[in-house]
Each structure stands twice: as C-alpha cells, then as structure tokens.
C-alpha cells in the first residue's frame, strides 16, 4: 500500500494545521471529572474534563457512563469541545483549540504532543516519531503510547500508520474508524 497522505513535515514546523490552538494544561487535581456524550459518525463519544481542560475522549460503548454526568450546557470546555469536534466531522475544522491535560508518563506525553503536530490530511508512521523525538529505536514504544493516547482525533493518533503504508490498530472503534477518519481528511468532508 502506497501513501496517499502529505508527508509528515519536521517536528516543530508551523503549518496552518499546526496544534497552535491546543494548550498543554496540568489536570485540575481538586477538580471534579465531567462528562458528555455525542454522537459522531463513528460512535457516540464520551468527552471527559475537569474545571479547565479535556481529559479523555472515548466510545460510549467502551465505557461505563460515572452516575450523574454533568451536561455540556453546565461544563464549558466539554461544550466547546463537542462544537469543534462536530465542525471537524462536518469537514469545518482542521486543528483543534481546546486546553487539554495528558496524564502519562514522560515519554507517552512527549510523543502526544509530537503527534498533536501531525497536520490534517497528512500521516506519519511510528518509526518518522521515533527519528523525530530522537529515539530511531523506539518505533514499537511510540506504538505504544499511541495506543494510549488518551485523546483521540484530538491528537490525532488515526494518523499514525505502519512504515508499510498500511493502518496499524486504532483504539477508538478499530480500523474502519481510523479509516473513515482518514478519509474524511483526505475528501475534507463529512465521513
């Protein structure tokens, strides 16, 4: 299989997709855990915050819903999170600005914020952010924190592909969903 994606500019290049509007914030330790559903055209999505940022973003079928989630309405960054993600899906949106807080270790939150910089439309395969994060040989530990990503679409792990070419596991409903992902960016319209 060939790339059909924009090749992966070097770490740090600005580009218009570039995660300018993504802000690395501390989780709110005090703060109590929200949560929202959308649906989406790959599954409804529970959106999960505190007071300042988004925390996680997960299938509702993957997840037990905690009693009494709080609504968009009365959750402010879960609600502006829901609207850039559905201007996403709709083809509107190209890079996110939300605060976000990643709650890893060190190096699962170093390569986080190197696949934040993947721009819409373009791939890299876990070796690229291996080289780029100058550990040539951490292709399978970069899988592996992509496979954490605790974000998804977000920081946009669907992104992420094998050194063939090919779409390696996808944690947020399997590989037709990366797949529609991909295809949204490459048509730049719904999926």
């Not at 802000?23 to 999960?48: N, Q």
């Not at 509107?92 to 190096?107: I, S």
């Not at 819409?120 to 040539?136: I, K, N, Q, S």
Request: glycine share 12%.
């Amino acid at each position: 299989m060939t790339d059909i994606y924009a090749p992966l500019p070097p770490a740090g290049t600005s580009t218009a997709a570039s995660p300018r509007g993504i802000v690395f914030v501390s989780a709110d330790p005090a703060g109590e855990r929200r949560h929202v559903v959308m649906d989406s055209p790959i599954g409804d999505l529970v959106l999960t915050g505190d007071g300042r940022a988004l925390l996680r973003i997960d299938l509702l079928a993957d997840v037990p819903l905690v009693p009494g989630a709080v609504p968009a309405a009365s959750a402010a960054v879960l609600g502006e999170a829901a609207g850039q993600l559905r201007a996403y899906f709709a083809g509107e949106r190209v890079a996110f600005a939300l605060p976000v807080a990643l709650e890893g270790t060190e190096f699962r939150r170093v390569v986080w914020r190197r696949i934040a910089e993947i721009p819409y439309g373009a791939t890299a395969t876990y070796g690229d952010l291996a080289r780029d994060l100058g550990r040539p040989r951490a292709a399978r530990a970069v899988g592996a924190a992509n496979g954490a990503n605790p974000l998804p679409i977000v920081l946009p792990c669907h992104r992420v592909i094998g050194a063939s070419g090919d779409l390696i596991k996808y944690g947020l409903g399997g590989l037709p969903n990366k797949r529609r992902l991909l295809d949204l960016e490459r048509a730049g319209h719904t999926a």
